[in-house]
């Protein structure tokens, strides 16, 4: 079992950063792929990056590409999603999601979930 809780979110300007981080439970979180999702109001939750259990493969969506940045310590039970040159299209609910195995992007592959955080981009 996997409990995880969101942090970071916020309003922000168009162009601007924030970080978010996933604080996760377990003694076995190193064993778990993490992924980064995403539901704007009316839409579906969509996949933002991922990261492989020890952090070596990362992949990302082509939309944040080159503006965003996971990562993950190990140590600290902790992953993270670094936006940087955020746009007001990023605005969502960003929720982390762990998956036991290898790293996927399919929502449906994830096994727990936080609760989410609100990201809002203003223009």
């Known amino acids: 079992q996997v409990q995880l809780v969101e942090s970071g979110g916020g309003l922000v300007q168009a162009g601007g950063s924030l970080r978010l981080s996933c604080a996760a439970s377990?003694?076995?979180?190193?064993?778990?792929?993490m992924g980064w999702f995403r539901q704007a109001p009316g839409k579906e939750r969509d996949f933002v990056a991922g990261i492989s259990w020890s952090g070596a493969i990362t992949y990302y969506t082509d939309s944040v590409k080159d503006r965003f940045t996971i990562s993950r310590d190990n140590d600290k039970n902790t992953v993270y999603l670094q936006m940087n040159s955020l746009k007001p299209e990023d605005t969502a609910v960003y929720s982390c999601?762990?998956?036991?195995?290898?790293?996927?992007?399919?929502?449906?592959?994830?096994?727990?979930w936080g609760q989410g955080t609100q990201v809002t981009v203003s223009s």
């Open positions: 377990g003694r076995t979180f190193s064993s778990y792929a």
């Open positions: 999601a762990a998956r036991a195995g290898r790293l996927g992007a399919g929502v449906a592959e994830y096994d727990y």
